[in-house]
């Protein structure tokens, strides 16, 4: 159980054009939802947390006309980063709790975003 | 403001022995307390997670939390070369969204 996906994995794109990324819960019911950054050998970033059919709280410093994020349905987060740019590229990783245990986090594969 | 401290490591130990790994918090209300795994390149992975002070054993892995001295450890035994990687403790935030607070990690190596 508690099964995260994310989709695309890896994305290569140009600079000025946007990337979406999906993030699922396969098994349960997420009614929160984390977008993390995470440069190499770096520590996790939190940029922001969203519950479903709420606005998402962003973290001080991200931009959130840049890293637009939806979370539509209890299984379903989107994150599109917009006119990207290369210091975009990073590693970005998503994870859903839900309503059993609030604070258990399980996370998605990740998506690997480089902006050329 | 709330903490999650870690030794970076890296963390030598030898095939067989029992890895150790603390984590000391500052949220003296923190409640939930979380162990997370995260290979080289991947997302991390949910392994342990304790609520109540004493121990809690799943496998090889035991974790340990003491709510008095704010400390919570993890204990591997019979450490293999795949438990290679880095140990991410995290502490839930309770003035926050169900957030957590996240160490650095701390990086094992097991030596065969």
């Known amino acids: 159980g508690a099964v995260v996906s994310q989709h695309p994995s890896r994305v290569i794109c140009k600079s000025g054009t946007s990337v979406k990324i999906e993030c699922r819960s396969l098994?349960?019911?997420?009614?929160?939802m984390f977008w993390y950054r995470q440069f190499p050998k770096k520590s996790l970033m939190l940029m922001a947390t969203?519950?479903?059919?709420?606005?998402?709280?962003?973290e001080q410093g991200v931009e959130k006309d840049k890293f637009l994020i939806n979370h539509a349905s209890l299984t379903l987060s989107t994150l599109t980063v917009t006119s990207a740019h290369p210091e975009d590229s990073s590693f970005y990783i998503c994870?859903?709790?839900?309503?059993?245990?609030?604070?258990?986090?399980?996370f998605g594969p990740g998506t690997r975003l480089t902006v050329t | 403001q709330k903490e999650v401290e870690q030794n970076s490591g890296p963390l030598s130990v030898p095939e067989g022995a029992i890895a150790s790994l603390n984590c000391t918090y500052s949220?003296?209300?923190?409640?939930?307390f979380f162990w997370y795994r995260q290979y080289s390149g991947k997302s991390p992975e949910l392994i342990m997670s304790?609520?109540s002070n004493g121990d809690k054993e799943d496998g090889r892995f035991t974790a340990q939390l003491n709510k008095a001295s704010q400390y919570v450890s993890l204990l591997i035994r019979d450490s293999q070369p795949s438990d290679s990687a880095t140990y991410l403790c995290a502490v839930s935030d309770m003035d926050s969204n169900y957030q957590l607070i996240w160490g650095a990690g701390t990086k094992l190596i097991i030596k065969p």
């Open positions: 304790i609520y």
């Open positions: 969203s519950n479903e059919g709420s606005k998402a709280t962003y």
């Open positions: 994870s859903a709790a839900g309503t059993g245990s609030p604070y258990e986090q399980y």
């Open positions: 949220d003296r209300v923190s409640q939930s």
């Open positions: 098994d349960f019911q997420a009614t929160t």
